[in-house]
């Protein structure tokens, strides 16, 4: 399987890390790639790097996205061949000075951003009544086993996920695949304040090249790296003996 090309594909979350990278990458493949997140500077200088990418700023955590992310787009686009929805963010839980308000902050954009950006963009994937279209939601492998401060990153996650699972049912007859992609420890803005460890470490470059060797083939789960996705395989079978003995030395 190659890489998409001549295709329409709109990227959420594509000002930093994984989404600037498949950004780049998709454009140069020659792909029409749509471009969104707050930092308006950061896409424009993304699109005078490539005429293949058009900034489309927004914030998704804000609830009235969608009517203008609607307009937005449409004055791009008449279609969509793909949607990679990608924009998160991440924040930990003191349990002993919890901010409780983070747990909103964080699913209003991992999880409802994602909802707002399918609410803009699917009707430009309907338009296509052929060819291969395709949701792409970046989960991560965090919701697959418990991780400690991770309340509402992990919860924010698994919700997405079983989300897209569920969408992914009710598109089957229209031809409309749905993709989690669940990476593990990837260097990028998100993570660099992090402060505890990350086993098996993943640049940028090899999470964005493992995403689009699979893209075409539109699977149901795109798991990486597999020394992680193994561990975490065997940990969800056995929850008592990962809860006891392993997250809690994933601490800082
Ligand atoms: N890095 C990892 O280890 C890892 C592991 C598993 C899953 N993931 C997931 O991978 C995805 C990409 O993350 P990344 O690691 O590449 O981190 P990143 O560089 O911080 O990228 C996050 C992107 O989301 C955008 N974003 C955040 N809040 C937004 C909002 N309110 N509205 C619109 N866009 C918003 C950011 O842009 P602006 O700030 O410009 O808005 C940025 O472009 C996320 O969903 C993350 O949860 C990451």
Request: hydrophobic share 45%; glycine share 6%; charged share 20%.
């Amino acid at each position: 399987m190659t890489t998409p090309t001549g295709e329409k594909i709109w990227i959420t979350g594509a000002s930093s890390g994984m989404g600037r990278e498949l950004a780049l990458r998709l454009a140069e493949a020659g792909n029409e790639v749509l471009v969104t997140a707050r930092n308006r500077e950061a896409l424009e200088s993304m699109a005078a790097m490539h005429s293949g990418i058009t900034p489309v700023p927004a914030d998704l955590s804000d609830p009235d996205c969608v009517v203008f992310l609607q307009e937005s787009l449409k004055q791009h686009t008449q279609v969509l061949d793909r949607m990679i929805l990608n924009a998160g963010t991440c924040e930990y839980l003191e349990i002993d000075d919890p901010d409780w308000q983070m747990m909103e902050r964080v699913m209003s954009v991992n999880y409802f951003g994602a909802i707002r950006s399918l609410a803009a963009g699917l009707p430009l994937l309907k338009q296509h009544s052929t060819g291969a279209r395709h949701i792409v939601a970046v989960g991560s492998q965090a919701s697959r086993v418990v991780f400690p401060r991770a309340e509402a990153y992990g919860a924010s996650k698994a919700a997405l996920t079983y989300f897209m699972e569920s969408l992914a049912v009710d598109l089957a007859d229209q031809n409309i695949r749905v993709s989690v992609v669940q990476p593990g420890f990837v260097e990028t803005p998100l993570t660099e304040s992090n402060d505890f460890p990350m086993p098996f470490l993943m640049s940028v470059d090899q999470a964005a090249e493992h995403i689009l060797k699979r893209l075409m083939a539109r699977p149901t789960h795109i798991r990486f790296p597999w020394s992680l996705s193994s561990v975490l395989a065997i940990g969800s079978t056995l929850p008592w003996l990962w809860r006891n003995w392993v997250a809690p030395k994933l601490t800082r």
